[in-house]
Nanobody, 115 residues
Framework: QVQLVESGGGLVQAGGSLRLSCAAS????????MAWYRQAPGQQRELVAQ???????NYANSVKGRFTISRDNAKNTVYLQMNTLKPEDTAVYYC?????????WGQGTQVTVSS
């Protein structure tokens, strides 16, 4: 079993910043690829950013230049630095990893951006 625990969400004004963390524990493979997704009310869950085991990154067009994904392999933790937040970034943000062929999600953390 793998546990993913997100933290760092909250309420912020437009233009502000937040940093999300996702700590992985349990039977996780060494440095697995990890990703952040988000789901707004009434919307499908969408990929925000992903990072490979060697640190290569990929971003949704809507967050390029504003969000940065990074990882600390020693802590089995992935981060999402979110700058210049917009009201349309409001969503529940989820961490995801696939390890040993199994898909795991965190419980999610709410990010609310007020205008």
């Amino acid at each position: 079993q793998v546990q993913l625990v997100e933290s760092g969400g909250g309420l912020v004004q437009a233009g502000g910043s937040l940093r999300l963390s996702c700590a992985a524990s349990g039977s996780i493979s060494r440095n697995p690829a990890m990703a952040w997704y988000r789901q707004a009310p009434g919307q499908q869950r969408e990929l925000v950013a992903q990072i490979t085991s060697i640190g290569s990154t990929n971003y949704a067009n809507s967050v390029k230049g504003r969000f940065t994904i990074s990882r600390d392999n020693a802590k089995n933790t992935v981060y999402l630095q979110m700058n210049t937040l917009k009201p349309e970034d409001t969503a529940v943000y989820y961490c995801r990893t696939v390890t040993y062929g199994h898909n795991y999600w965190g419980q999610g953390t709410q990010v609310t951006v007020s205008s």
